[in-house]
């Protein structure tokens, strides 16, 4: 599965709108882009995936750029349980998932 | 959502005793799991791929004898560290696909002492 390239950590304000980055020049026509996340001590968390259109659902947005070099992840208003390290990870096979540094982000109130 | 169950959360055992975890599909059926290994401030790193009926295919470097896994239904999959030292005190973490997202068992937390 290609690479992406996600930021270490991120700070944000409460109630405010988070957008995480994620980048991913090698992706390939068919590779879904998945995210997840983990709260401390707990295993990853599905928040959302997509192909090539934006997604919303309950958790999250994720908007996909044109040329899918790149996605984002908006968290529309940020809480203090939403502090958690967020995965981008590229996957087309079904197969394991291969995990990077994720995101750490911090959520101040 | 999918969920999968995974127990106990977390374990403390005496060095060279073994350790079994379990990991259960709950509402679906899963031929193929996956085990994951997380040490402290790292990501996950998977150690083997789980498959219902057959043997597990294990990652470079991760020793079979020492973590032995057993598929034997298409909702179980258990994960046994043998003769368990110190050093493979971690988090570890089973995970299911239920296509196309995986969905991952809450982890548990094995102590070596």
């Known amino acids: 599965d290609a690479k992406t390239t996600q930021p270490n950590s991120m700070e944000s304000n409460e109630e405010e709108p988070v957008h995480l980055p994620c980048n991913h020049s090698t992706i390939s026509g068919t590779d879904y882009i998945h995210w997840y996340r983990q709260l401390p001590s707990q295993g990853p968390e599905y928040v959302i995936h997509?192909?090539?259109s934006n997604v919303n659902n309950r958790m999250a947005s994720l908007a996909i750029a044109e040329d899918r070099k790149s996605s984002t992840l908006i968290l529309h208003r940020a809480t203090l349980r939403d502090a958690a390290v967020y995965y981008c990870?590229?996957?087309?096979?079904?197969?394991?998932?291969?995990f990077g540094g994720g995101t750490r982000l911090m959520v101040k109130p | 959502g999918a969920v999968v169950s995974q127990h106990p959360s977390w374990v403390i055992c005496k060095s060279g005793t073994s350790v079994k975890i379990e990991c259960r599909s709950l509402d679906f059926q899963a031929t193929t799991m996956f085990w994951y290994r997380q040490f402290p401030k790292q990501s996950l790193m998977l150690m083997a791929t789980?498959?219902?009926?057959?043997?597990?295919?294990?990652e470079q470097g991760v020793e079979k004898d020492k973590f032995l896994i057993n598929h034997a239904s298409l909702t179980l999959s258990t994960l046994t560290v043998t003769s368990a030292h110190p050093e493979d005190s971690s988090f570890y973490i089973c995970?299911?696909?239920?296509?196309?997202?995986?969905?991952f068992g809450q982890g548990t937390r094995l102590t070596v002492v």
């Open positions: 789980s498959n219902e009926g057959s043997k597990a295919t294990y």
């Open positions: 990870i590229l996957n087309n096979a079904g197969n394991m998932l291969t």
């Open positions: 997509g192909l090539t």
């Open positions: 995970s299911a696909r239920e296509l196309p997202a995986a969905f």
